[in-house]
């Protein structure tokens, strides 16, 4: 452990020090212009011009760079800074990154409750089974080809391929684009297929065959693209997807883990507590997944039913 970094707890987009890093040649610069600066009597705006160099060469450390400050050749040394005013009594708190709760609990153990960059995971796995429930191996597994064709692929850990959800509900752009190829008519897949095979550029492809030939470069806009792509059909297997990894969490609804949650004491049982976070986090962001599908389904009266 690097002394004192471990003295704070987390507080997410919420902190009041930094740790940052200097290297033992960035100090080692800085003093000899200090030197040079001293010598030749410089006055105090050079001071702080010297403080700016030396400021640009720190980074900002989060959980993952505490080790990396004791390793290598280049020594690093560490400093402490406050970045907002805090009363005394208070606690003060560090961050350890923009981490959600389950890669929280699992680097350091405990959760939050309302963390904002909570994300929730559904597994390629699960699509799918979701597209066997509908069409044959065979529809599947040409459909992802060419979707991985089009050079897209999920987030990807310890061999697990999958799809993030984000605190508010929005499904990875990633997953959308699979779910409408899954849905495309035979007639306007092969289209696609043909598309491919005979204009190099990819981009252009997914704008003539996905959007149709009425589209323009505007449906680069990421907000325009996703609603393009939520179509009746698309909205109805994200609901698919969202009842089948809310079936992850097993007969007892959202109700009962809250009342499990206010019942339970975080310093008798600090495992089922923050667990319990992980949970109702997970299942109100399946919520809001549903609400997201269901919005997006009503507002495109202009886009085609699949």
Sequence with gaps: MVPLADLFNHKTAAEDVHFTSVSSSSESDSDADNGKRDANNQNDGDDEAIASDIHSETGAFDGDDLELATSGDDITSMKMIMVKDVKAGDEVFNTYGSLGNAALLHRYGFTEPDNPFDILNIDLDIVIH?????????????????????????????????????????????????????????????????????????????????????????????????????????????????????????????????????????????????????????????????????????????????
């Design 130 to 306: 979701w597209s066997l429930s509908l069409f044959s191996n065979r529809h599947g597994r040409r459909r992802l080809s060419l979707w991985r064709k089009l050079d897209y692929s999920g987030c990807v850990s310890q061999d697990s391929e999958y799809f993030e959800i984000s605190f508010d509900g929005e499904p990875q752009v990633e997953l959308l684009i699979l779910l409408y190829i899954m849905l495309l008519p035979d007639d306007e897949f092969h289209e696609l297929e043909l598309s491919l095979s005979t204009i190099c550029d990819v981009k252009e492809t997914l704008r003539l065959c996905l959007f149709g030939k009425e589209s323009s470069p505007c449906t680069e806009d990421s907000r325009l693209r996703t609603k393009l792509l939520l179509t009746q059909g698309v909205c109805r297997a994200l609901f698919s997807l969202a009842d089948a990894r809310e079936s992850y969490h097993g007969p007892n609804s959202l109700e009962v883990d809250i009342r499990s949650f206010n019942e339970c004491c975080c310093a008798t049982d600090p495992k089922l507590y923050y667990s319990l976070i992980l949970r109702i986090s997970e299942r109100r962001m399946i919520e809001k997944l549903k609400s997201f599908a269901a919005s997006g389904g009503g507002t495109l009266g202009t886009a085609k039913e699949t």
